[in-house]
């Protein structure tokens, strides 16, 4: 079983940067596919950004490519969400999420509690 908890989210103004961090146990962060995911409200969850397990593959949604990054420290067991440039339409709950062995956007089976994001115009 796979836990996972995020932190690092909160109240940003447009232009602004935050890290969200995911701290996972019960597996190595090394040996899983971890992603993120926001939703926001009235609206349907969507996929962020996903990084391979061997950290050699990742994948970013349109709307983030280029202003954030999926990183993870293996020591500490933990991944991170390096938002840059964040924009009122990037509020939303951020999830983290992992899965054994698929690299993908869909069907992660563990999930965080998330975290708010709110970014003022």
């Known amino acids: 079983q796979v836990q996972l908890v995020e932190s690092g989210g909160g109240l940003v103004q447009a232009g602004g940067s935050l890290r969200l961090s995911c701290a996972v146990s019960g597996r190595t962060v090394s040996s899983v596919v971890m992603g993120w995911f926001r939703q926001a409200p009235g609206k349907e969850r969507e996929f962020v950004a996903a990084q391979s397990w061997s950290e050699d593959r990742t994948n970013y949604a349109d709307s983030v490519k280029g202003r954030f990054t999926i990183s993870r420290d293996n020591p500490r067991n933990t991944v991170y969400l390096q938002m840059n440039s964040l924009k009122p339409e990037d509020t939303a709950v951020y999830y983290c999420?992992?899965?054994?062995?698929?690299?993908?956007?869909?069907?992660?089976?563990?999930w965080g509690q998330g975290t708010q994001v709110t970014v003022s115009s």
């Open positions: 999420a992992a899965h054994p062995h698929h690299f993908g956007t869909s069907d992660y089976p563990y």
